[in-house]
């Protein structure tokens, strides 16, 4: 597909504008990875992306899952409902910058009720009145503009604390923290820490029981991840109506 092959060379394009620690972390994975004739094509650094992988799956074992865990067991589930209803609504501020961003008027216009309802009749976004109202969420973030624009995902990356990703998402991701994340512009450095942990916590706490069944039906965690991720990015990237995908190629034997 034309529009694909053209999105991937701007996604190698913008390599030179990568942030510099994340432009090394690339490089060293570059450079430490063989792929080999039967590598994926989507994954070209598997070997390094296990590794990131096992170090991020061995750091939720030892201490996000059970920070969650315990969380969920000590915090009423109102409580939480309106801790994950307050991010819910910090989101939807960065997700109207993008819809503007790729024109899409009713998402925008979604967007922007659902935080001025939330905001104020809402209590800050503790209640979440919008979806009461049935004004649907449209959540989107820079890669996803990204992509609208026809910048092509590029290999998949995992990058360690972060987790799954991809090039162009590795890209995006100091402009979703940095600009579209309003936490990160609190200059109280301990509500600001207390903020981005309690936000992590209460993200893993809502996916406990979908982490547990995982364990005990995936043969292959880190390909049941790699595959779910980059399904979901794509079609998030074109609305849940992505366009087919070429076949590869069939190597010569």
Known sequence: MTFQRTGDRQAVAIWKRLPHGVALLLCAALAGCATGPNANPKDPLEPFNRSMFEFNDALDHAVLRPVATAYKDVTPELVRRGVGNFFNNVEDMWSFVNNVLQLKGEGAASSMMRVGVNTVFGLGGI???????????????????????????????????????????????????????????????????????????????????????LDEVALDKYTFFRDSHLQRRRNAVFDGNPPEEEPEPESEQ
Do not use: C
């Open 127 to 213: 209640l979440d009145v919008a979806s009461e109202m049935r004004i649907e969420r449209h959540t989107e973030d820079f890669g996803q503009t990204l992509g609208h624009w026809g910048v092509g995902a590029g290999p998949y990356v995992v990058l360690p604390f972060f987790g799954p990703s991809t090039l162009r998402d590795t890209v995006a991701l100091p402009v979703d923290k940095t600009v579209g994340d309003p936490v990160t512009k609190i200059e109280d450095i301990p509500v600001r820490n207390t903020l981005w942990a309690l936000r992590l916590v209460d993200k893993r706490a809502q996916v406990l029981k979908a982490g547990d069944l």
